[in-house]
């Protein structure tokens, strides 16, 4: 998507140890109008799927769920919290995963009540590294009994693998950009 690749090469910046910071328009301050754009592009690209629900992890996934949300026809979207709190209750589904940004293990949680066997999901989250947050929302919807039918990304960093090994295990991943390479020293950011 020409338009979300304009926006990181001109408002990016890539950081030591590969992690490429767009808070500008992403990550922090959000541009909205972008966002819709990013959906409608989702739209197309998985048109013809059945999509019940949108699932996503907070915090930044949650902006451009929503946002997707209108083109798939209001679907509610569900986003997995990353710590325990006294307003999650009743029984859940939880897993662990390891955070490329924060270095940490943390859990990811969903309350049973908002996935539900037999429902059809579609995946989305702000960038696709290794691949680590992504199999923890695949082992919740494992859990849940429900059917992936895709995973929307806003950035793949291509060379990390984590996208190509989830395509080779089946999953239609669409990325909206996908950077092959970028230079912490340069700044310098390619794309596939
Ligand atoms: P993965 O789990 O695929 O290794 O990494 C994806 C998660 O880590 C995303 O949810 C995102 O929050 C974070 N992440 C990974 N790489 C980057 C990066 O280069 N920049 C930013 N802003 N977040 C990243």
Not at 101 to 108: G, H, N, Y
């Amino acid at each position: 998507m020409k338009e979300l690749e304009d926006r990181i090469r001109n408002e990016g910046t890539v950081k030591a140890g590969n992690v490429l910071k767009v808070d500008a328009f992403l990550n922090h301050q959000c541009d909205v109008t972008l966002f819709d754009h990013m959906g409608a592009e989702w739209a197309r690209l998985f048109a013809g799927k059945r999509i019940d629900k949108i699932l996503t992890i907070e915090a930044s996934g949650i902006g451009i769920a929503c946002c997707a949300a209108r083109h798939f026809g209001n679907v509610p979207v569900v986003f997995a919290k990353k710590a325990q709190s006294i307003n999650l209750d009743g029984e859940q589904y939880m897993t662990t995963v390891y955070s490329f940004t924060k270095r940490q293990e943390f859990p990811i949680i969903v309350s049973k009540r908002f996935l539900s066997p037999g429902e059809h999901v579609l995946l989305i989250d702000d960038f696709l590294a290794n691949g680590k947050a992504m199999h923890g929302l695949l082992d919740l919807c494992a859990a849940a009994g429900v059917t992936v039918e895709g995973i929307g990304i806003a950035v793949e960093k291509g060379f990390q693998g984590g996208g190509d090994e989830l395509r080779a295990r089946g999953y239609a991943v669409e990325s909206l950009a996908i950077v092959k390479s970028m230079d912490a020293r340069t700044g310098n950011i390619e794309f596939a």
